[in-house]
């Protein structure tokens, strides 16, 4: 198939690329712009390892066609350390453990963003429902919950202490 | 000595946590080089057939092919026991499952590779198949393996005691055949590898082989790729980036790592392969069908006189781990508990299925799940406590075990008591009301195995630590990261050894160039094994440290204490000042220039050191900093002299004990878990994070294996390839887990420390189990509990109609659908068969499908 120029806005930079128009946003993530955090897990888009924010909503970029993306904000993992600095959920991954392997955390950590920018105060069966679409198979999950608790506490914490 | 620790036993994050949440970590299939190729691979349709040819005109024509490889560019057969060379990258003769490797085409896109794969012409001659263990034993012809008569890979044999004597002095006996179903790691990384050959400037000609790869085992890797490539290991690196989980399934050297670098040889080009999720589950190597006939003696106060098990696993086609699997099977069943009388036949079988393997609990946790349902069937027969048993049949150490395995720590007591109290199990335990009910059970494991597969002296884990004048500290450990935390616990006790902070600490793993040899990440080895040896190291690095220092604080080198990135001579007074010593050592020790050195050596005598100064002091006192350790398991750790002796003996054993609460809905047959509790004897917990992580996961797989995870065959052919088929429990399903970290500090561990990875996993499934039966009054003596086993069960409790879930047979059972798991709903049309394959004759004998399962 024959490549064609498309544009594509990710992390708040914009690339020109060719691609074929059956090219996959996950491997022109991966292997045209070298954005390897997002990941390829299973065959059928049952994993949740690639998910991306299109225009802020959480999407499996392995079954997305790179050139559908255009002219709209693809955020990766890549992009979710804030101003310089590990965002607070992920530090909080670090520290409670909700990482383990660290294959799936990408996806995680997509999917947290969107859960946390929609509902900053989720309930657990919340945060339940809301990561069943990645799978994890280290954790047990368990320590991801206290991880996003303790996120959502940091920045109760930070947006008081810039608001004083 | 120190009162407390500094680092060890406090949590922390684990070192390379930012790499995984930022995804700036590389994992293999992240890695490209110059020129690179895609491999693809060719894998069998067809689960037994000669190969007469295969014909690559067509594929070779493909625009983007440059090399294909069949088992003809690598001929040498390997395995990962030295007893069990029967495996060849590419098949030379014929394939034994479906899905075996049999060519591999590197191309210059992926399109191109899988056209070409499409136009590789193989003729086969189908041979009779086989797919259920005790079928295959019985078989006398067109044997999977022509050197393993009747299909049995290994039998073992083992009595311990007089089983025969404890069974008549019993006053109870139980006895039942149970069995656990094909399970698979599901790690959420796809095998991937690269390989990649460098010019030898002296010949000309292709020189050293680097491979990248998804491998828990390094060292292994580069063993048999030197065999296989008849290449020195000295003209072989093999780098293990970061690993997005193992549990047991790269553990050995899974085909693609060969094939890579075969390919990359014949390209003459870096080639990287990583698997689809399909080839995966093909790759397999997991925990095999498991089928235990265990016959169990009691006295009516419910010691327990002897046990006896005869266990039969269905390892698939090739050798595997499996003499390790069945053996474990034997030696870790008597020996949680004080069992004077044991005997154990064990047979690993061949099917033309994907080889079983290594899997997180290797060997012991579907012959747990059946001891421990039976001690449970015994304490309701007998109407005792499934605690007190528990209790009364403990070991006492310092001992050793009726199958020679010795015990020094065994905080089993202690965990029992822990999810008891928790659980409140004296007042819940049968008072739930019908449909709702918890169960206890408990589990061991090694903390790694005492005898390595390769017969030699060498240590099992080596560890250099260098030190130079910045006052930074490099580890170099062979030790695999596998996402279990292996760099951080050897930082941690680098760190906590030399008294400096884990920041300075950079460990470099898994590298066979620069890092010293380490078996590798299996049989939960490494906290014990590397841990002691970077322990060692430190210490050796440490006297080093300790004579420069001495002689600047003018005192003997046992006054010194290393703490907090200071050495000070022990009773200065430093607590108060502490803080702004270290603030001050650690920026004049990121300068270190001349004149600040000068400067110190003019002022007076003082009565600390920055851990910079003493560095640069150790240095200029003997030129270099450098440390090494290495842990061998003390020979009295080994085991006994008997044939199959060296599988099972560990310098020392973790416990667990858990106790499930479930509820079982009786209109849907659906189990659901509400809460698990756990307690883990891990030694001393080293990073506490990690240690509850550890288990949590555990517990959480074996809840998959309890409820609904199973690979389901159709003859030889995967039903369920794909994470949404295969159904490992996803947020929406997982319980809340409550873990309680036993420390029964074990003199061999380093600080103590055992294992805290595997040993959980077994009692997940048994505790689930026992208490679905005070739930609802059945006992399920198959996993996985699915909704089918369990409706199969309450309607033959109603119908008061013995039914052996293990052998398939339920006169309730509806017509219309399969009721009891696995193969007989798949009655369709599965893989071409050949005219004399058992299953074909046994379709043609009875048209109707017969109500007795087992052509799986």
């Known amino acids: 198939m024959k490549k064609e120029l498309i544009e594509l806005r990710v992390n708040g930079r914009i690339h020109e690329l060719a691609a074929e128009p059956n090219k996959l946003l996950l491997d022109v993530l991966r292997h045209d712009l070298g ?119 940091a920045e109760r914490k930070g947006l008081a202490a810039s608001s004083r | 000595m120190q009162k407390e620790f500094s680092i060890i036993g406090k949590p922390v994050a684990l070192v390379d946590a930012a790499q995984k949440t930022t995804g700036l970590g590389k994992y293999t299939d992240d890695l490209s ?37 069949t088992g003809q560019d690598a001929p040498t057969s390997y395995g990962i026991l030295p007893i069990g060379h029967d495996e060849h990258a590419l098949v030379v003769d014929k394939v034994r499952y479906v899905g075996d490797n049999i ?62 004597r404890g069974l008549a002095e019993a006053d109870y006996v139980a006895e039942a055949r149970y069995m656990a179903n094909e399970v698979t790691h599901a790690a959420m990384e796809p095998h991937s590898t690269l390989a990649s050959f460098e010019f030898d400037p002296q010949t000309g000609k292709q020189g050293r082989l680097t491979v990248w790869s998804s491998t828990q085992v390094p060292y292994y890797l580069q063993h048999k790729l030197s065999l296989v490539l008849d290449m020195p290991m000295s003209q072989i690196r093999v780098i293990k980036p970061l690993v997005g989980g193992g549990f047991g399934g790269k553990s050995e050297v899974i085909p693609l790592e060969i094939i890579a670098a075969v390919a990359a040889r014949a390209a003459k080009t870096p080639v990287k392969i990583t698997y689809t999720r399909e080839e995966v589950f093909w790759a397999h190597r ?42 474990y099977s034997g030696a870790l069943l008597g020996a949680l508990y004080d069992i004077p009388n044991v005997q154990y036949d064990g047979y690993r079988v061949l ?146 050894v030399l008294g400096c902070s884990m920041k300075r600490v950079k460990v470099i793993a898994a590298d066979t160039d620069l890092t010293p040899i380490d078996l590798g990440s299996y049989s939960s080895r490494v906290t014990l094994m590397s841990g002691n040896a970077a322990q060692r190291a430190a210490e050796d690095v440490r006297k080093k440290i300790e004579q420069a220092a001495a002689k600047k604080l003018n005192c003997s080198q046992e006054e010194l204490v290393f703490r907090g990135d200071l050495i000070w001579r022990r009773g200065a007074e430093l607590e108060n000042t502490g803080e702004q010593l270290r603030a001050q050592g650690r920026i004049e020790g990121q300068i270190l220039r001349e004149s600040v050195l000068q400067e110190r050596k003019e002022q007076d005598a003082r009565d600390h050191l920055s851990f910079e100064e003493a560095v640069v002091a150790a240095i200029d006192f003997s030129g270099t900093l450098t440390g090494t350790g290495s842990y061998a398991p003390p020979a009295d750790a080994r085991g006994g002299k008997f044939k199959g002796a060296g599988v099972g003996p560990s310098p020392a054993y973790s416990y667990s004990a858990q106790v499930a609460e479930v509820s079982v809905d009786e209109e849907t047959g ?71 970290i036993v420390e029964s500090v074990d003199p061999e561990g380093p600080f103590g420390a055992k294992e805290a990875g595997e040993g959980s996993l077994a009692a997940t499934i048994p505790a689930i189990a026992n208490a ?11 996993a996985p509990f699915t909704p089918e086993r369990v409706l199969a069960a309450l309607r033959a409790q109603k119908s008061q109609k013995k039914v052996n879930m293990t052998e398939g047979v339920d006169p309730e059972r509806p017509v219309s659908f399969r009721e009891h798991g696995g193969s007989l709903c798949f009655r369709g049309k599965g893989p071409t068969r050949h005219p004399l394959d058992p299953a074909v004759r046994e379709q043609s004998k009875a048209e109707q499908p017969s109500p007795v399962g087992g052509d799986d």
Request: aromatic fraction near 6%; charge should be negative.
């Open chain 2, 670 to 740: 659906q189990v659901t878990v509400h809460k698990i509790w756990a307690a883990h004897d891990c030694g001393r917990a080293l990073n506490p994070v990690a240690v509850e992580g550890q288990v949590v996961g555990s517990v959480w797989m074996g809840l998959g294996q309890a409820l609904q995870e199973e690979m389901i065959w159709k003859d030889g052919l995967l039903m369920n390839p794909g994470l949404l088929e295969y159904r490992s429990p996803s947020s929406v399903e997982s319980p809340e887990i409550e873990t309680f």
């Open chain 2, 351 to 496: 099917t033309n299925k994907p080889a079983c393997g290594a899997m997180r609990g290797h060997g012991t946790v579907n012959v747990r799940f059946a001891f421990e349902s039976q001690l449970d069937e015994i304490c309701a027969h007998l109407k005792l406590d499934a605690a007190a048993v528990r209790r009364k049949n403990l070991l006492k150490p310092p001992c050793v075990t009726v199958n020679g395995l010795r015990v020094l720590s065994y905080g089993l007591p202690e965990c029992i008591e822990k999810v008891a109290n928790a659980s409140q199990w004296p007042v819940r335990r049968g008072r739930l009301g019908r449909g709702r009910g918890i169960g206890m059970a408990c589990s061991h494991y090694v903390s790694g195995a005492a005898n390595s597969i390769i017969k030699s002296d060498m240590p099992h884990s080596t560890v250099n630590i260098k030190i130079d004048r910045d006052g930074g500290v490099v580890v170099y450990t062979g030790a695999s990261e596998i996402g279990q935390g292996s760099d951080t616990m050897t930082a941690q006790i680098v760190a906590e």
């Open chain 2, 103 to 164: 060519a591999c085409v590197a191309a210059t896109t992926e399109a191109a590779a899988e056209n070409a794969l499409e136009l590789i012409d193989v003729e086969y001659e189908l041979l009779p198949a086989w797919f259920d263990p005790e079928d295959s034993m019985k078989a006398e012809s067109n044997l999977i393996h022509e050197n393993k008569p009747h299909n049995i890979e290994k039998e073992y044999h083992h009595v311990f005691g007089d089983p025969e």
């Open chain 2, 286 to 327: 997991g925990r095999p069908r498991t089928i235990i006939d265990l016959k169990t003696g009691v006295k009516n106060d419910g010691r327990i006189t002897a046990v006896r098990a005869r266990v039969v696993q269905d390892g698939g086609g090739y050798c595997s781990y499996g003499p390790v699997t069945i053996l």
């Open chain 2, 33 to 69: 080089l110059p020129g690179m190729l895609v491999g693809k691979i060719l894998h069998s349709p067809y689960p037994h057939a000669r190969i007469r040819k295969i014909d690559l005109t067509r594929a070779r024509a493909v625009q983007g092919v440059v090399a294909i490889v």
């Open chain 1, 35 to 153: 954005l390897t955090g997002s990941k390829r897990g299973c065959d059928d888009s049952s994993c949740g390892a690639c998910t991306v924010l299109i225009d802020g909503i959480p999407m499996l970029s392995c079954t997305l066609l790179a050139a559908s993306c255009q002219g709209q904000e693809i955020t990766t993992v890549e992009g979710v350390a804030e101003h310089g600095g590990l965002a607070a959920i992920q530090q909080a991954y670090g520290r409670w453990g909700g990482a383990q392997c660290g294959y799936c955390t990408p996806g995680f950590m997509m999917t947290v963003k969107y859960l946390l920018a929609n509902n900053p105060d989720p309930s657990e069966e919340e945060i339940r429902n809301a990561l069943s679409g990645n799978l994890c198979r280290c954790t047990g999950y368990e320590q991801m919950y206290q991880a996003i608790r303790d996120a959502i506490e």
């Open chain 2, 772 to 782: 679905i039966y005070d739930a609802v009054g059945i006992r399920l003596r198959e």
